[in-house]
């Protein structure tokens, strides 16, 4: 039991301090001593040793690639990659939906933290850069402290920090209905509406409509409501999505709210994959790739590690939105769709691993979660 606790405290320390971390130093430290209770757990009890076999052929992907990559700090987080998918399921395989809705919840405070120390602290800095043509900011590793980054287009990065808040304030209302400080949700959710403006972005808007429209027919399933209803509300929803756009073309001169042009890096990281299917650094030697960036979290993992890795990531996220779906508990359902289309919407607009792997750490924990929501929940009488 003690060495239970003592799990659960590193485990939390580790997300929340990935989650406030603009480097991978968490991952450095705590990797290694996860590592150490992750071995003595597959040594000393019973534990699915072939689920375990299978991850770490995967993960051993990113050591059979290294020399693809030209950078050392590419070669060092291939390395990291290897380890964390295997060490992020042990964490999370074995816990109740309470423990990991806990974990969850700590890496909402963290964001949270980041968002408010971005807003109200780092913006007002240089007002100019925040709202300007780069729309960035300047933060330090550790937020606090630490080693100085300079974020060109920073308000991407913020942008994940606030689709995650979301996320879960929307798995709060439904897991638990009778939340007695309602009012705190809908404040907190209020004021990241108004974060999620103030970045100028497509995405938290395109973000919020689609969970929205879950969320309706969460409740649409509970209540029972006639079908005509809920068409109503799509097309009400579809609607505030078209203003709100046209509202930041408006108030922000972003005259790009249906620019197409992300279409163009998906292209070349299907083309560089294709060229060189066993990992590879064209992103960086590739003249006419206007960006090194492919704005796409499974194009890049496809491009850096290997393509079957890339056809890995979006089979693993088939299957475990089949295993929300045989969910029986509505509740418990819901929230999974609300993580899987978190991960998924920001693994389709932007490339996590740099500098907001914490939701590449959510996406490797998804499996756990839900299957063992789905062993939990199926077995009690509803």
Request: glycine share 2%; with cysteine; hydrophobic share 55%.
């Given at each position: 039991m003690l060495l239970h606790k003592i799990l659960f405290f590193l485990s939390s320390v580790?997300?929340?301090?990935?989650t406030i971390a603009f480097s991978w130093l968490p991952v450095v430290v705590m990797i290694p001593i996860l590592s150490i209770f992750m071995l003595l757990k597959i040594l000393t009890s019973k534990v699915y040793l072939i689920r375990y076999l299978i991850i770490f052929l995967l993960s051993a992907l990113s050591l059979y690639t290294l020399d693809q990559q030209i950078i050392h700090i590419e070669w060092v987080r291939n390395i990291l990659i290897s380890m964390l998918f295997p060490v992020v399921y042990f964490m999370f395989s074995g816990l109740k939906y309470e423990s990991s809705y806990k974990m969850l919840r700590y890496i909402h405070y963290s964001c949270l933290f980041v968002i408010f120390y971005v807003i109200l602290i780092n913006a007002p800095?240089?007002?100019d850069l925040f709202f300007g043509e780069r729309r960035g900011f300047i933060a330090k590793e550790f937020l606090i402290f630490g080693r100085e980054y300079p974020f060109s287009l920073g308000v991407t990065h913020l942008n994940i920090y606030i689709t995650y808040s979301m996320t879960f304030l929307l798995m709060t209302l439904v897991y638990n209905p009778c939340f007695q400080k309602r009012w705190l949700t809908y404040s907190?959710?209020?004021?990241?509406?108004?974060?999620?403006?103030?970045?100028?972005?497509?995405?938290?808007?395109?973000?919020l409509a689609v969970v929205f429209l879950i969320y309706r027919q969460y409740v649409f399933y509970q209540r029972?409501?006639?079908l005509p209803y809920?068409?109503?509300?799509?097309?009400?929803?579809?609607?505030?999505?078209?203003?709100?756009?046209?509202?930041?073309?408006?108030?922000?001169?972003?005259?790009?709210s249906f620019d197409n042009s992300r279409?163009?890096?998906?292209?070349?990281?299907?083309?560089?994959?294709m060229d060189e299917p066993w990992g590879n650094s064209l992103l960086l030697t590739d003249t006419t790739m206007p960006l090194l960036n492919y704005h796409n979290t499974f194009l890049s993992m496809g491009n850096r590690i290997a393509a079957?890795?890339?056809?890995?990531?979006?089979?693993?996220?088939?299957?475990?939105?089949?295993?929300?779906?045989?969910?029986?508990?509505?509740?418990?359902?819901y929230s999974a769709y609300f993580l899987l289309y978190f991960c998924f919407h920001n693994f389709m607009i932007e490339d996590v691993v740099k500098f907001d792997y914490f939701s590449l750490i959510l996406f490797f924990a998804?499996?756990?979660?839900?299957?063992n929501a789905r062993k939990e929940f199926n077995d009690q009488k509803l």
């Amino acid at each position: 039991m003690l060495l239970h606790k003592i799990l659960f405290f590193l485990s939390s320390v580790f997300l929340i301090s990935s989650t406030i971390a603009f480097s991978w130093l968490p991952v450095v430290v705590m990797i290694p001593i996860l590592s150490i209770f992750m071995l003595l757990k597959i040594l000393t009890s019973k534990v699915y040793l072939i689920r375990y076999l299978i991850i770490f052929l995967l993960s051993a992907l990113s050591l059979y690639t290294l020399d693809q990559q030209i950078i050392h700090i590419e070669w060092v987080r291939n390395i990291l990659i290897s380890m964390l998918f295997p060490v992020v399921y042990f964490m999370f395989s074995g816990l109740k939906y309470e423990s990991s809705y806990k974990m969850l919840r700590y890496i909402h405070y963290s964001c949270l933290f980041v968002i408010f120390y971005v807003i109200l602290i780092n913006a007002p800095q240089n007002f100019d850069l925040f709202f300007g043509e780069r729309r960035g900011f300047i933060a330090k590793e550790f937020l606090i402290f630490g080693r100085e980054y300079p974020f060109s287009l920073g308000v991407t990065h913020l942008n994940i920090y606030i689709t995650y808040s979301m996320t879960f304030l929307l798995m709060t209302l439904v897991y638990n209905p009778c939340f007695q400080k309602r009012w705190l949700t809908y404040s907190l959710f209020f004021f990241l509406f108004l974060a999620a403006l103030i970045t100028q972005s497509r995405s938290p808007i395109l973000f919020l409509a689609v969970v929205f429209l879950i969320y309706r027919q969460y409740v649409f399933y509970q209540r029972k409501d006639r079908l005509p209803y809920f068409i109503l509300r799509i097309l009400i929803l579809a609607f505030v999505f078209l203003i709100g756009a046209l509202l930041a073309e408006i108030f922000f001169d972003q005259i790009n709210s249906f620019d197409n042009s992300r279409f163009l890096f998906y292209i070349k990281g299907l083309v560089h994959m294709m060229d060189e299917p066993w990992g590879n650094s064209l992103l960086l030697t590739d003249t006419t790739m206007p960006l090194l960036n492919y704005h796409n979290t499974f194009l890049s993992m496809g491009n850096r590690i290997a393509a079957i890795l890339f056809i890995f990531m979006i089979a693993y996220m088939i299957y475990v939105l089949y295993l929300a779906y045989k969910i029986k508990n509505p509740d418990i359902k819901y929230s999974a769709y609300f993580l899987l289309y978190f991960c998924f919407h920001n693994f389709m607009i932007e490339d996590v691993v740099k500098f907001d792997y914490f939701s590449l750490i959510l996406f490797f924990a998804l499996y756990p979660i839900i299957d063992n929501a789905r062993k939990e929940f199926n077995d009690q009488k509803l």
